[in-house]
């Protein structure tokens, strides 16, 4: 990959990644308070798309999620996936 590429991948990590924060951390908040929360199938798709570094992150710190197997263990399959993707293209 050249400069501008690598460039163009790492703020598409960096926005992903922030997104997926914001929408993990409201549905936390959500649980708590017992407010709607935001589908599984939605935070995985944003995992899909890059997402899955800050949601393991926080899964793990707020303590969200982290029990549950049938949610965790697709978070760790796309992590393990965008990690083999970047090795490869990296």
Avoid: C
């Avoid at 951390?25 to 589908?39: L, T």
């Avoid at 263990?73 to 990296?90: E, S, V, Y």
């Amino acid at each position: 990959m050249n400069g501008i590429t690598q460039n163009i991948v790492v703020l598409w990590f960096v926005f992903i990644n922030i997104i997926s924060s914001i929408f993990f951390i409201y549905d936390k908040n959500a649980a708590k308070s017992g407010n709607r929360r935001i589908p599984e199938k939605t935070l995985h798709l944003f995992e899909v798309f890059g997402g899955a570094f800050a949601n393991l992150l926080l899964m793990y710190t707020l303590r969200h999620k982290n029990r549950k197997f049938s949610y965790f263990i697709w978070t760790w399959l796309f992590l393990f996936i965008w990690l083999g993707l970047l090795l490869i293209k990296f």
